[in-house]
């Protein structure tokens, strides 16, 4: 948050010339978001929902910037970029009204453990038991550095952990000292959950405006707030499943919906503050298709290939809801009667 004010107060000092004014109304935002707590998705869970959480208008206030308000609604930094095109993230405009983009379609896989869609830039844990979910933004790794796909589990896990900074991180920085102590300057922040995959880790972080950004070696970084919840629901020996999923579709109380996630190159653009580059995203059509069942008649499909081109992440809706009673019929083809997901706009 520190590093996303003093890059605000830059643009505000030299857009006004007005350093005193400008840096002010920062500090006195600082303050104000310091007091105000994150808000948690968790969301009650039905057999067979792939989707939930909700559509938000917000208006902004003076001071804003779209790193702090992201953190405190809880999603990444490029995913409230791309749900409002043409606004700047650093001066957005006072009373202007942006679009919170906090409706998640899951990913297409058990909902067990731990489930995080790389190309969603989030976590999803469902607790033992079922009937409910909980939903984290993330940071991964910068280009040429991947997170693992694939199924692991959570070894151990570790409280105020030190840093060993890897080969490949010493050879970019040979600088750093051999060990990082917990505090501020470390990476890891105040938790870490060890997994299977040697040296991969899911941590909290010392810079939370890279959460939603590529930031990492290909580790799993947090919101402080967010991996501190983390480390105390999820025990050791809690199954992790990563998979790359570029467009997720599911049926919604009024209708079938698709999003469609920035690509990991477009993403880094937008953290330069770049025009991303158009890159259609391939398999969209068969994804939708294939949740769509007997109904992909009703498919608007055109929406569906803009939805391929724009890749804004937004939930776009692209067929209209099966008549009462048909979508119950139709289980085994993806389709449920769903609970009303209140405030869905």
Known sequence: MIRAFSRFAKRVCTASGHWRSGCSAGIALLAAWAALPA???EYPLAPDQNVVGEMRRYTVREGEVFADIARHFDIGYTALVTANPGVDPWLPGVGREITIPALYIMPDAPHQGVVINLAQWRLFYFPPGGGRVETFPLGL???????????TRVVS????????PPPSIRAERPELPAVVPAGPDNPLGAYALHLGWTSYLIH???????????VSHGCIRLYPEDIERVFNVVGVGTPVRAVDQPATAAWGPDGLYVQVYPSKSQVEEISIDRRPTPEPAQ????VVRTTAGHYAETVD?????QAARQRT???????PRPPVGVA???????LYDPPPLHRFR
């Open 204 to 214: 909290g972080t010392n810079k939370p405006d890279g959460v939603g950004r590529n």
């Open 313 to 319: 992440g937004v939930p776009i809706r692209v067929a």
């Open 283 to 286: 398999g969209v059509e068969a």
């Open 328 to 334: 119950s019929e139709r289980l085994t083809d993806g």
């Open 141 to 151: 790794g910068v280009i040429g550095r991947k997170t693992p796909l694939g199924i």
């Open 157 to 164: 896990k570790e409280a105020s952990p030190a840093w060993y």
């Open 301 to 305: 499909w055109n929406a569906v290939a």
């Open 39 to 41: 808000m948690a998705a």
